[in-house]
C-alpha cells in the first residue's frame, strides 16, 4: 500500500521533474493520494526535459484511488492507471502498456492511462491496452480509457474494454479535449436563454467563473428564497404556539 495522505502518490515515482521508463511492472498495489495519483507514476512536474519516454509498462491488479476532498487545486489534479498528471513537455511518447484488473476513481480527470496532460507537446500514446477488467470512475467530470483530460495528444494502435463512468465528459478513449491558446471556438447565442445552467458549474474551469453563476441564480432566484424563508420562519413559530399574524402589529419590534 501506497499512500499520500496530502499530495502526490505513485507505484513507482512519486513526482519528478525528468525520467523514463521501460518494461516497469506494478502489481497488486493499493496506491492512494490527494492530488496527482498513477500507477507507476504521480506526476511529471513542470519543464521536463525533450523526449521522455515511458514504454512496455505492466499494471496488475491495483487499486488506484484519489481520495482528495474536493478542496484541492483542480490544475493538479489527475488519477491514471500508469500516470496521474504530466505537465509542460516536449514530445512525451507513451509506448506499450498494459493495465489489467484495476480499479482507477477520482473526482476529475481520470484516465486508463493518464488522468491529465497539459500544455505537452506533441504527445504520442501507442501500443496501449486497457483490459475490461479495468473501471475507470471520475465522481465529477472528465473520464476517458486512455486519457482523462488533456490537449495536442496524438493516439495510435490503442484499445480499450475497460468500463469508463463519469458524471460528465466520459469517453471510450478520452473523456475531454481542453482548449489551448490559439484554438478557434464557435460561440452560439440565444434570445430566448434565460441564463446559466447549473451543470456549467461542473465544467467551468475558474473560481471567479464558480462564483459570478452562483451570483446569477441567488439575484434570480431572490423573491423565490425570501418567500420559501417566510413560510419556514412562519412554520416554526406555529411549532412553538406563537401566531404569525402577530408579527403585522404595530406594537411588536424586533429586539
Not at 108 to 115: C, H, L, R, T
Not at 124 to 146: C, H, L, M, P, S
Amino acid at each position: 500500500t501506497i499512500t499520500a495522505t496530502s499530495g502526490i502518490a505513485g507505484g513507482a515515482l512519486g513526482s519528478t521533474a525528468t525520467i523514463s521508463s521501460q518494461n516497469a511492472v506494478v502489481k497488486n498495489c493499493t496506491i492512494e493520494g490527494t492530488t496527482a495519483v498513477g500507477g507507476l507514476q504521480g506526476a511529471m512536474t513542470a519543464n521536463a526535459a525533450t523526449g521522455v519516454t515511458h514504454s512496455n509498462t505492466q499494471i496488475l491488479h491495483c487499486t488506484i484511488r484519489n481520495v482528495g476532498t474536493g478542496s484541492e487545486d483542480p490544475s493538479s489534479m489527475g488519477t491514471g492507471g500508469v500516470i496521474g498528471r504530466f505537465y509542460e513537455s516536449y514530445q512525451p511518447h507513451f509506448l506499450g502498456a498494459v493495465v489489467r484488473d484495476c480499479t482507477i476513481e477520482g473526482k476529475s480527470n481520470v484516465g486508463g492511462y493518464i488522468g491529465a496532460i497539459t500544455n505537452a507537446k506533441n504527445d504520442r500514446f501507442e501500443n496501449i491496452y486497457i483490459a475490461e477488467d479495468v473501471t475507470i470512475t471520475a465522481t465529477n467530470q472528465a473520464a476517458g480509457g486512455i486519457v482523462g483530460s488533456g490537449d495536442n495528444v496524438t493516439i495510435k494502435n490503442c484499445a480499450v474494454g475497460a468500463t469508463v463512468k463519469a458524471f460528465s465528459n466520459a469517453g471510450g478513449i478520452m473523456g475531454e479535449v481542453r482548449l489551448r491558446n490559439g484554438d478557434i471556438v464557435e460561440i452560439l447565442t440565444s434570445k430566448s436563454a434565460k441564463g446559466p445552467s447549473r451543470d456549467w458549474l461542473n465544467i467551468c474551469r475558474s473560481n471567479q467563473a464558480r462564483i459570478k453563476i452562483k451570483q446569477w441564480f441567488k439575484k434570480e432566484k431572490r423573491e423565490e428564497n425570501i418567500a420559501r424563508g417566510k413560510l419556514s420562519f412562519e412554520s416554526e413559530l406555529r411549532h412553538i404556539g406563537i401566531d404569525p399574524a402577530i408579527l403585522q402589529q404595530d406594537d411588536v419590534r424586533p429586539m
